[in-house]
Nanobody, 124 residues
Framework: QVQLVESGGGLVQAGGSLRLSCTAS????????MGWFRQAPGKERESVAT????????YYADSVKGRFTISRDNTKNTVYLQMNSLKPEDTAVYYC?????????????????WGQGTQVTVSS
């Protein structure tokens, strides 16, 4: 069983930055692909960025390319999401997820463990 603990959400003005962190319990962190997803009120959960387990390949949704960066520190069992140039439409609950396979995936149903979510609010 893997537990994921997220931190770093909050309120920021448009154009600002936030960094989300997600720390996983357990071992063999490199065997897990990690992903950040978000869900805004009245909308479906969507993939934001994902990173593979061993070689850190990444994927970004078109809406965040060039603004968000996903990274991982396997020595700390932690994955990060650096969010720059934030827009009001980035407002959502952001979830960290772990997949019991090192290759990345953008499909939420392919992830096995989820964090509790952290609110990101971007004011205009």
């Amino acid at each position: 069983q893997v537990q994921l603990v997220e931190s770093g959400g909050g309120l920021v003005q448009a154009g600002g930055s936030l960094r989300l962190s997600c720390t996983a319990s357990g071992h063999s962190f490199t065997n897990y692909a990690m992903g950040w997803f978000r869900q805004a009120p009245g909308k479906e959960r969507e993939s934001v960025a994902t990173i593979s387990g061993r070689d850190s390949n990444t994927y970004y949704a078109d809406s965040v390319k060039g603004r968000f960066t996903i990274s991982r520190d396997n020595t700390k069992n932690t994955v990060y999401l650096q969010m720059n140039s934030l827009k009001p439409e980035d407002t959502a609950v952001y979830y960290c997820a772990a997949r019991q396979w090192p290759s990345l995936s953008i499909l939420s149903h392919s992830y096995d463990y989820w964090g509790q979510g952290t609110q990101v609010t971007v004011s205009s």
